[in-house]
């Protein structure tokens, strides 16, 4: 049985970021660009701690990991020896009489919609085939000789700097090469939001392991990942793994496995774990006519390194923790929409209201922020009453508000009251750094 979606239509989650400045359309004054996007000034902040607590995780916190940022635009050949030009397709169909075009694995679904609607049955043309990437010319000239193309995935930029790493650092097998940065595909539909888009971000990272170890690899990283996803707050009633059928394969993957949501449009997936055997490295090492390989430096042994693969979509980890943490309830007959975003995530980790704006409450509240501000990302706020200034800060997530009030002026303590259990208290504020790493839990 599928479990409870935390929001019945993506509908609400669309209104709550477009109005508290999480996500914007892209170029909104001029009637919008579908599939495309712009993070507002909470939304920078959500996606910063999200890329961050993947860095801590996968690069920061490890011995065996280091980082990389490869240009977005790289040799065609690249893409040539990656299988990208000739084989990077989607089948296309065309409606004969709407015109409307969709992947083909996707009109099952426009066909449902359209009954559910009432409207008149499509009618399908051949399928034919649709390139995904993104082709642009370098250089003063738009011609064959200077085509390129925008990265469709952030992967190769990792193998092809597979030597620069090996000579540059003193890493040994096993180890990964870990990498953020945006990619481009030039969907044929793109639809629920930021779960598809044109131009999107990446955190990937390649996982180098001896041959024979790949398995025992693939199962940590299938399990680590679901696991980030918990630590940091998702339900794991809305989380699994989806493995892959031998017919779903890639020619190259001995495995691939789904980290998949339950969203309110049922479950999908939000990070892949492949299996990749050596395929890409011996690819490119046959195309650049260069040598890329692992020896090893005690029994001289060469080796070209299996790779294991998890790759996570920035946008759709955003969406998915959004989506999660919305919750809507009941307090004192009235209701209280709150995002209970793990506090690592947390655009802001608290807010500083005064209660009234004189008495010398703005100044001491704005002295209070400017200390804060030192260590945690905060919000001062001194427009309307109390109650809908803890509203605001429970619907975009803020862990901790900090009020200043009459007893403050006296005996410098404030109230603090925490977002998800609302409970109050009287804190000093030379104590308020030890209370609020107790609420954020770091």
């Known amino acids: 049985m599928d479990p409870i979606a935390s929001v019945s239509s993506m509908e609400t989650i669309v209104s709550l970021a477009r109005r508290r400045g999480f996500v914007f359309p892209s170029s909104e004054i001029y009637g919008g660009l579908g599939s495309c996007y712009d993070y ?12 961050d607590a993947w860095w801590r995780s996968m690069v920061q916190l490890r011995e065996d990991i280091v980082g990389l940022d490869a240009s977005i635009i790289m040799h065609p050949r690249v893409w040539e020896a990656s299988g990208h030009v000739n084989c990077f397709h989607d089948e296309l169909v065309e409606c004969t009489f709407c015109k409307q075009r969709a992947r083909i694995d996707h009109v099952d679904q426009i066909e449902e919609n359209c009954k559910a609607q009432k409207k008149s049955k499509c009618v399908w043309g051949e399928p034919r085939q649709f390139n995904l990437m993104f082709k642009t010319h370098l250089g003063p000239m738009e011609d064959s000789a200077n085509a390129v193309y925008l990265r469709p995935e952030t992967a190769q930029g990792i193998f092809v700097n597979f030597n620069n790493v090996l000579d540059s650092t003193r890493v040994k097998l096993p180890f990964g090469i870990a990498q953020q940065g945006k990619s481009f595909r030039n969907e044929i539909t793109t639809r629920r939001f930021t779960f598809r888009m044109a131009e999107f971000e990446q955190m990937e990272m390649e996982y180098f392991v001896k041959p024979g170890e790949d398995e025992k690899w693939f199962t940590y990283w299938r399990n680590a990942r679901l696991e980030w996803f918990k630590d940091l707050g998702v339900s794991k009633e809305r989380l699994r793994h989806r493995d892959h059928a031998a017919d779903e394969l890639a020619h190259y993957s001995k495995a691939c496995t789904d980290v998949e949501y339950f969203f309110p449009f049922g479950w999908s997936e939000i990070e892949g ?3 990749r055997s050596d395929y890409d490295l011996k690819q490119h090492a046959e195309h650049s006519k260069k040598e890329l390989i692992y020896r090893d430096q005690v029994s001289n042994e060469k080796v070209v390194p299996y790779v294991i693969e998890p790759a996570l979509g920035t946008d759709r980890a955003i969406l998915t923790f959004l989506v999660d943490a919305y919750c809507e309830e009941e307090l004192d007959g009235n209701s209280r929409v709150v995002l209970k975003l793990h506090p690592r995530l947390a655009p802001y980790k ?6 009234l704006r004189k008495e010398g409450h703005p100044e001491k509240a704005q002295e209070i922020t400017k200390i804060i501000k030192e260590r945690y990302n905060c919000f001062y706020d001194e427009s309307g009453n109390i109650g809908r200034r803890y509203r605001r800060q429970d619907e975009i997530g803020t862990p901790c508000c900090i009020t ?7 005996d410098d303590t404030v109230t603090t009251r925490n977002r998800d259990t609302l409970e109050q208290k009287r804190v000093k504020v030379s104590e308020l750094f030890s209370e609020l790493g107790e609420v954020l839990g770091f």
Not at 404 to 410: A, G, L, S, V, Y
């Open 273 to 275: 774990i492949a299996s």
């Open 350 to 355: 608290a807010a500083i209201f005064p209660l």
């Open 40 to 51: 507002g000034p909470l939304g920078v902040e959500l996606k910063r701690n999200v890329k």
């Open 404 to 410: 200043i009030d009459h007893q403050t002026m006296e």
